[in-house]
């Protein structure tokens, strides 16, 4: 016989790897029980009222603490169902929701909703349906995004609806590439830049973000002096002062574009429970159909958005992350190179759980700012073997191409934005250039094969 209430560590096996298969294993009131749980590690303080008859057929009350006071937020009815969930049964629930003014309604179930059930819930403004491979993200997101206890934040499961209501663009449509990477100074800034200098050779539109309040990308990349100076940036769109499409600037390169980061950007934060939100509104605006090249207006899309974000400030790199299709992780071979690789890993789960469909997923590590010998990552220094060991364990590849240390880089870093960033192009004679050509056509082939 089956237990009826599973104890506590089958619950915590299940929240560490979920599956729909693993949640069905469970009896009906186990079941309501692991979802009281997953409410609990998401920051609600949870009533289990399953079984106590008061008609409703409700079966969990979820409660915060609003203008100090605690609050019933939200009512939940669970299904451990294998067939989708019919009409009839959302329509009771949202009859039992309706005397808890002002709460929302959450049913959850292992399966899915019938398409006339998702009609019926339509009708009405707080009832929110979540199936079996939602509940899967949502536990994912909150195992990877909220720490245990911490009773500051509360992650609402309609995240993972209001996720999948945002139209992302296609890789095939346009490229986002987050370059990202807990560890500082390893070559985040400088492959952005080379990567779009590159692309702008081929003709490729470009647009480059810069979400480090440093700015080092926005200094190094050489603006165009326009007639009316644009003095927009990202931390005035996330400070909801202006779009994003506003904050888009014209640089010295035919095809890139930036959107500049000002010092200010560190200020702004969306505090703990604005986070989530906040991260959906950035994805849902940079893949809108408004984000086109200006000077082509409605003729066409950017081919590339590239993100480069900041070392180790978890929500910026968020940011870049919801957005990406691909992430690019510059590392170099010293010894703990790989801990910040991993710490990112951690970010991108959880990121790819909460946006679903067409989320980042990690392209490869790159070798960079290398000074052994050897053309290829296959080829390089026993550190470098290492690396590649350690990282490819968890499933990181590592890119082919690698990049070399080069005087150039090395010499135009903190100097003024008409210097250019790889030295002088000197057709194929710098090292730097030549690396971060072959990197950016080993890129294309990857995203080519992953469209
Ligand atoms: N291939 C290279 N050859 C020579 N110097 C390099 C190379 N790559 C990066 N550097 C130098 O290393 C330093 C750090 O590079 P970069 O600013 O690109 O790193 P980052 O990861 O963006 O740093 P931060 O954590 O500050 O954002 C810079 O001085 C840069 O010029
Ligand atoms: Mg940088």
Redesign the pocket.
């Given at each position: 016989m089956a237990q009826s209430i599973a104890p506590n560590e089958t619950f915590a096996q299940i929240f560490a790897k979920p599956t729909v298969a693993a949640m069905l294993e469970l009896t009906p009131t186990g079941f309501e029980h692991f979802v009281e749980y997953v409410f609990q590690r998401a920051g609600y303080r949870v009533n289990f009222i399953a079984g106590v008859y008061d008609g409703s057929g409700l079966d969990l009350h979820l409660h915060t603490t609003f203008n100090g006071h605690d609050t019933l937020v939200a009512v939940v009815q669970v299904k451990r169902f294998t067939d989708d969930v019919a009409p009839h049964f959302v329509n009771a629930f949202a009859g039992s929701t309706l005397p808890h003014m002002g709460a929302r309604g959450y049913l959850v179930t292992t399966s899915n909703y019938k398409a006339d059930a998702r009609a019926q819930a339509a009708k009405h403004e707080n009832i929110y349906l979540i199936n079996g491979e939602q509940f899967v993200r949502y536990i994912n997101y909150i195992r990877g995004s909220r720490s245990e206890g911490d009773l500051s934040v509360v992650i609402p499961p309609e995240s993972i609806l209001v996720a999948d209501s945002i139209q992302r663009r296609s890789v095939k449509q346009t490229r986002y590439i987050a370059i990202a990477n807990n560890k500082?100074?390893?070559?985040?800034?400088?492959t952005a830049i080379n990567m779009a200098q590159v692309l702008d050779s081929l003709g490729q539109r470009v647009l480059l973000v810069d979400l480090?309040s440093?700015g080092?990308l926005t200094q190094r990349c050489p603006q165009h002096k326009q007639v009316v100076p644009n003095p927009k940036h990202l931390g005035t769109y996330l400070s909801h002062q202006c779009t994003l499409t506003d904050a888009i600037r014209q640089t010295d390169y035919a095809n890139v574009w930036l959107i500049p980061a000002a010092p200010d950007l560190r200020l702004i934060d969306p505090g703990a429970n604005g986070f989530t939100a906040s991260i959906l509104d950035f994805a849902r605006d940079i893949h809108a159909s408004e984000i086109v090249p200006p000077r082509y207006q409605t003729l066409s899309d950017f081919d590339w958005v590239i993100l480069d974000t900041?070392?180790a400030v978890e929500y910026r790199i968020r940011l870049a992350l919801g957005a990406a299709h691909f992430i690019v992780i510059?590392t170099q071979v010293e010894t703990f190179a790989a801990s910040g690789v991993f710490l990112l890993q951690e970010t991108a789960n959880a990121i790819s759980a909460l946006t679903g469909k067409n989320g980042c997923r990690i392209a490869g590590a790159l070798i960079?700012?290398y000074h052994g010998r050897g053309s290829s990552s296959s080829d390089v220094s026993d550190k470098g073997t290492a690396l590649r060991a350690g990282l490819s364990g968890s499933g990181i590849p590592m890119f082919n191409s690698l990049?070399?240390?080069?005087q150039g880089?090395?010499n135009a870093?903190g100097k003024p934005p008409s210097n250019p960033f790889v030295g002088k192009w000197i057709q194929g004679r710098n090292k730097?250039e030549r690396d971060y050509k072959a990197f950016v056509e080993e890129m294309i082939i990857y995203v080519n094969s992953n469209i």
């Open positions: 500082g100074g390893i070559g985040k800034t400088t480090d440093q080092n900041p070392t510059p960079t700012d990049i070399h240390h080069d880089i090395e870093h730097g």
